[in-house]
């Protein structure tokens, strides 16, 4: 009867300590994908390639604001090469979800820049896909941009 009442108590506690320690792993996983988030930005605005492509998978597929799709190879290319080049990235609106090993972020990005000499700034809705590999480490496997039209990018 004595290990009764401890049982008990461990039984009534448990949900507790199991939903504090799903919160806190959740905020290190939030915190980790931010990390990511604010790594793939500094890349893309000092046209790090090195950094960029420790993010990208190597199976990264991208589809651009104009629906064109564009590699790993061909995303780090149009960097190196300074062929998109971008000089302000203001994000927010970020919101992260998790299934499992996959991440999903979506954000608003204020965006000045030029893309083969030609003016690319404006405003985009974009959602990047994030896989935790066997090697526990995340990887962007696919981004997705559109373009906000400009009578609407002051009201999202």
Not at 92 to 106: C, H, L, M, P
Request: contains cysteine.
């Amino acid at each position: 009867m004595r290990w009764l009442a401890p049982l008990l108590l461990l039984a009534l506690c448990a949900p507790a300590l199991h939903a504090g320690l799903g919160k806190a792993l959740k905020h290190e996983r939030h915190h980790e994908i931010d990390q990511l988030e604010q790594a793939w930005c500094n890349a893309v605005l000092h046209g790090d390639t090195s950094a960029l492509g420790n993010l990208l998978a190597d199976d990264y597929i991208s589809i651009t604001a104009k629906g064109m799709l564009q590699t790993r190879t061909q995303t780090l290319e149009n960097i190196r090469t300074r062929q998109t080049q971008i000089v302000t990235l203001e994000l927010s609106d970020r919101k992260v979800r998790f299934y499992g090993a996959t991440a999903v972020v979506t954000s608003l990005a204020h965006v000045e820049g030029t893309k083969d000499n030609e003016d690319i700034s404006g405003s985009f809705r974009y959602t990047h896909v994030y896989v935790r590999n066997a090697a526990g480490l995340w990887k962007l496997v696919s981004a997705e941009s559109s373009r906000i039209p400009a009578e609407r990018a002051s009201n999202p």
